[in-house]
């Protein structure tokens, strides 16, 4: 069935470090794949996504990387700062007009220590 | 524009009985998703609505329903509650078809006792 792994389920980082989150899928027709954060108590928020023709996407301090061969995505933070402390969830889905059922990976909680 | 909201924020519910939450999705999205967030199982797809139709559905069993209605908003039904069912529900919104960022509401925290 559909499955999306996620590595690690804990990172601890110094502030100004990078950190790198790692996910695999299963399901070789996915080609939407967003990371989502979400504070403690908070709700989800999509910070970044990327689509399967793309192999990687920038916006500021985050990118993603795409690498379909292999069914290997990544989240990369650069210089972290306190704030960037909460759980990050990796997602993968079909793209399609009718319907998009999001598989989520079950969590990298970031700890960046001032 | 103001994002997606879900009532009730906080709920207790006793074994046996039945649930209601609701979920109004950002203006103008008609895609509405529902998930079931759990320190042990994670985020589980539940249902997607779009149009009033449930067009997908996940591996939860038949206790579980959901619905849509002309305005967007949607609905899910649990019955008779179990234990198991203490979770955060949370219900994301997208605009409709071909666009997929889905926008998460705050969740119902719901207390089976």
Redesign the interface.
Known sequence: GENVEQHPSTLSVQEGDSAVIKCTYSDSASN?F?W?KQELG?????II?IRSNVGEKKDQRIAVTLNKTAKHFSLHITETQPEDSAVY?C?A?R?????????????TLLAVQP | KAG?TQTPRYLIKTRGQQVTLSCSPISGHR?V?W?QQTPGQ????LF?Y?SETQ??K?NFPGRFSGRQFSNSRSEMNVSTLELGDSALY?C?S?F???I????????TRLTVT
């Open positions: 939407y967003p989502y908070k709700r989800p928020q999509l996504d969830f997602a889905s793209e399609s007009g009718a319907t998009n059922k999001l598989i989520f990976g079950t969590g | 997606v895609s998703s998930y994670g985020l589980q797809f997607e779009f067009r997908n996940g949370l994301a997208r409709q078809g071909g997929n960022e889905q926008y998460f509401g705050p969740g």
